[in-house]
């Protein structure tokens, strides 16, 4: 059998709440928490290199792709951050509840929240493109799987407290050709 031992390295210290979100990338890390902001994190030194501030309310998801992070909030808004600046891009506004998941491409953002919605953005634009229904409780997990071939054609999977895996499969030819 082989067994790894691992060990704590260090601990990252700074949020004045729980923390309830997070993603790594190389040598970064950055943490979503109750306090309302997130921070991003030297891993190899501890050292918060920035404290992000805007949302009202615990920052309850994030999805982190290169060098930007997208965060959801109970606030019922996602923001969009430069990671290497700490300056929030923009901010994405339509749900009617806390934002529970959210997954970022690079182009569009894809959140699920308590409003038993997802939405689908256009985060340069702040843009609401599509807004998915069918659930009939909270939202609190998707997948995006998108292939960006030919008929651009998407498939969302969402999984609510209603016990129902939701998927939805649709053409956006018109709308992405613009994104």
């Not at 920035?50 to 109970?74: D, E, I, P, Q, W």
């Not at 923009?90 to 529970?100: E, I, M, N, P, T």
């Amino acid at each position: 059998m082989f067994f790894t031992i691992f060990q704590c390295l260090r601990t990252l210290v700074g949020h004045t709440g729980g923390v309830w979100s997070s993603q790594m990338s190389g040598t970064i890390v950055i943490s979503g928490s109750t306090d309302r902001t997130l921070k991003v994190w030297n891993a190899e030194t501890g050292q918060c290199i920035y404290t992000l501030y805007g949302h009202t309310s615990t920052v309850r998801c994030m999805h982190l792709h290169g060098n930007k992070v997208v965060s959801g909030s109970r606030d019922a808004t996602l923001r969009v951050w430069q990671v290497d600046t700490g300056e929030c891009l923009h901010v994405l506004v339509g749900h009617l509840a806390a934002v529970r998941c959210v997954q970022y491409d690079g182009k569009l953002v894809v959140s699920g929240a308590y409003d038993y919605m997802v939405k689908v953005w256009n985060p340069e634009r702040e843009e609401c493109l599509h807004t998915l229904q069918g659930h009939t409780n909270r939202v609190y997990s998707l997948q995006v799987s998108a292939l960006y071939v030919l008929l651009l054609d998407l498939l969302f999977i969402s999984f609510g407290i209603d016990k129902c895996p939701f998927a939805i499969s649709f053409l956006l030819v018109r709308r992405c050709a613009r994104c």
